[in-house]
């Protein structure tokens, strides 16, 4: 996987701080990654989510919202309704450099942002929800105890996991407004809600909603015993693996390259990346691989180097060998 850092201009003409994890082979297709709350790109699950998804062929775009992590502007002046506006202008982003989404992932409120901005993003044919609210106004939980002041003086200084922000009263009139349930129902792509039966932050009942509210297909799936924030690597490879393999129904098929004909007995190897050492190599026409070199030879680690696969031919005869007269 190799990462790229981009940026992009936001809802109010911002800069936004993205990353964009490929894969080492050609794209599959591409995801949207938006996190959690007051979250940032790098935080573990999304870290870990996309590096799942790149080694099954997806590159990710992960991004700060604005006002958050490295990304320009001011948090204080932000509010679910950018949030979607932000996530469409990554999509768009995407798209002007030839990688148009045809995932979008989110995670907790970023769940319920990409429910909103599915219908605005023509070329995403899938949407994955993990621990999402089904009412963005749940969020409001996180400060409740500073509702009055927020009303009374315009704003209020809240601590979110140990870091202090700003919220405003337009933040909690734009959540108080929204609606998620219309957007849900007039979806019109497929959807995949992932939540965890014990998550304290937001409860599953919020997925219960959501799944109700959508329409065929969709699909549910538990993550047992994780908490809100996939900390834990494995709940996160869990997490991607099962977005990878859901997700395939939904991307173009797979197809073997086209050969020609090949005579038993041969193996043809073509070059098949002009500025590196990546090769494609088919077997009797039946089989095909990729030979490469580790990144910091200058490959792109897509297959075996070519002593491996020297050593995978001696080593399998001779166990074959073994076997034959044992």
């Known amino acids: 996987m190799t990462t790229e850092r981009y940026e992009f201009e936001g809802h109010a003409g911002n800069k936004l701080s993205a990353r964009l994890d490929r894969p080492d082979v050609p794209e599959r297709t591409t995801a ?32 700060d ?64 929800t993990i621990g999402a609210p089904a009412d963005p106004s749940h969020v409001s939980h996180h400060f409740e105890e500073n509702l009055d002041k927020i009303r009374t003086e315009g704003e209020a200084e809240v601590n979110l996991g140990g870091r202090n922000f700003t919220i405003r009263k337009q933040f909690v009139e734009d959540i108080a407004q929204e609606n998620l349930e219309p957007a849900i129902a007039r979806l019109r792509k497929a959807l995949l809600v992932m939540h965890a039966p014990l998550d304290n932050t937001v409860g599953i009942e919020n997925a219960a909603q959501i799944f109700g509210a959508a329409k065929h297909p969709k699909s549910f799936v538990t993550l047992d015993d994780a908490n809100h924030l996939i900390t834990r690597k494995e709940d996160a490879a869990y997490a991607a693996s099962v977005i990878a393999a859901w997700v395939e129904k939904y991307l173009p098929p797979m197809t073997k390259r086209e050969v020609g004909k090949i005579p038993d007995g041969t193996v043809r190897v073509s070059e098949d990346d002009a ?41 399998a005869c001779t166990s074959m060998t073994i076997r034959m007269y044992s």
């Open 32 to 63: 949207l990654f938006a996190h959690c709350f007051t979250c940032s790109k790098d935080i573990p699950a999304a870290r870990r989510i996309a590096e799942s998804l790149s080694g099954l062929g997806i590159a990710v775009l992960r991004f």
């Open 65 to 128: 919202f604005t006002g958050l992590g490295h990304s320009d502007g001011e948090f204080a002046n932000t509010n679910f309704t950018s949030n979607v506006q932000d996530l469409v202008l990554a999509a768009k982003h995407l798209e002007g450099i030839g990688l148009p989404p045809s995932i979008l992932i989110g995670h907790s409120l970023g769940g319920a942002a990409v429910l909103k901005a599915a219908s605005e993003i023509p070329s995403v044919k899938a949407v994955v």
């Open 275 to 315: 500025n590196g050492f990546r090769q494609f190599v088919s077997i009797d026409g039946k089989f095909q691989l990729l030979a490469d070199e580790p990144i910091n030879f200058g490959g792109t680690n897509a297959g075996p180097n070519p002593y491996q696969f020297l050593s995978t031919g001696l080593g």
